[in-house]
């Protein structure tokens, strides 16, 4: 198989994925005057941030998934190839992918991260994950199709299980989609099936440490646990779910809660790089990299984003926190970078500027900390939606979103309630298989 993509004299940079950091590199490249190939799995850039809003169906896949292609659109000499990586020979300076190889003279490697089950078979065969867009069209569709099937259950036993929702880690990921849900519980499953008994519904977070947000201070986790059992959130602190057989949730006291709808943001690991493997030793199978995002032992192999492991920051000696950010300030370092190297100007080492964490929960609050600056409550959650608002790609994505929200915040509603099914099974349930 060919990638099929022309040689010219022009150096030729590829990038495998274009989530955050990915993007934000290729575009300082518009004039650098070299060849630049894209490689991702998928044919679009995702808006990880807000995944939670299409599972909880609040926003649509095309509100927060952007096609590659599209934003490319007038570019000269760039490539987008949708493959998956298959293995780097640094060597040979070759990178194989599902739709043949590809030389390079510098290589990207941006491939974030993917979920992390811990090795539980079954928890990563039926549990849901977070991780991107197909996943949290998952949930949507298996809460939603439990809903339904809750209505006709013949016992309140299978309907407590139908309609229970276990979310197994307490980070902002799994506050964030506790807080939709119970929202959604509240306002809008009650108007959709108001013959089902609300009260056989609830909704879990289970954290293994002692709070939640522990990325944040204490105050903002002991506001979060707050603000999230008035919405009637059970939050169960200091507890392991350790595996899940016969539709139920077990922890590791040998406690169990019934659910068909097991959710988990309990973390994440770095995606394999074969070919790099004497790199990728990392804690969570990061890449080490210099201050430079220079895979360690190669002048032409460069990694950035969730993926890298940087130690030179002297204020993250540990590496830098996987977000968005970082990722976006690493790409564009990256590309001013190759930029002065191309024209013999030395490089600058990468010095990430921290711009702060935020987590929301529910429709009008959120925590926002910034250096020494904290607050919570409905300004929070204002500065929350402006950045997220910010950040989203294109004028046309931003309005949409932001009326998308002015709508659910008035009318009380997630709108976008629809259960859509794969192919294989549509077909299959039409007889048609
Ligand atoms: C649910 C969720 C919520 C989050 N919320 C926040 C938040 O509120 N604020 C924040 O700062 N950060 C948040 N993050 C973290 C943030 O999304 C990541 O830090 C950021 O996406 C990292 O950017 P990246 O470019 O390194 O990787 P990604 O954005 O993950 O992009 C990786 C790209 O590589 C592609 N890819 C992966 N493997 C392969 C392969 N084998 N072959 C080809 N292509 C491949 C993928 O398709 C993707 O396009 C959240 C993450 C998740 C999952």
Redesign the pocket.
Known sequence: MSSNIPDTDKKRIVI???????LALIRTLRRSGMQVVL????NY??F??L??QVASSALNVGDIAFPFRKMFHGWNDFYFRM???ERVDATAKRLYTTVGDIRYDYLVI????VPNFFGIENIKRTALA??NITDALNIRNRVLRNFEIAVTASSDAERISRLNVVIVGGG??GVEIAGALSEMRRYVMPRDYPRLDMSHMSIYLIEGLGRLLSSMSEQTSAEALKTLKSKGVKVMLNRKVTDYVDGCAIFDDGESIPTQNLIWTSGIRC?AVPGLEQQTKERGGRIGVDAFNRVKEYDDVFAI???AAMHDDAEYPNGHP????V?ISQGKRLGKNLLAGLKGRPMKPFRYCNYGV?ATVGRNRAFVEWKKIRFGGFAAWVVWSTIHIMFLLGIQGKLKVFWGWVWNYFGHDQPIRLIIGSYERQKKEDGLA
């Open positions: 495998v994925g274009g989530g955050f950091a990915g490689v991702d799995k998928h850039h995702m990880k941030p995944l939670y493959a998956y990586i941006s491939t974030g991260c977070m991780s902002a990921s995606s984003g969730d993926i996987q977000l968005a950010r990722g935020m």
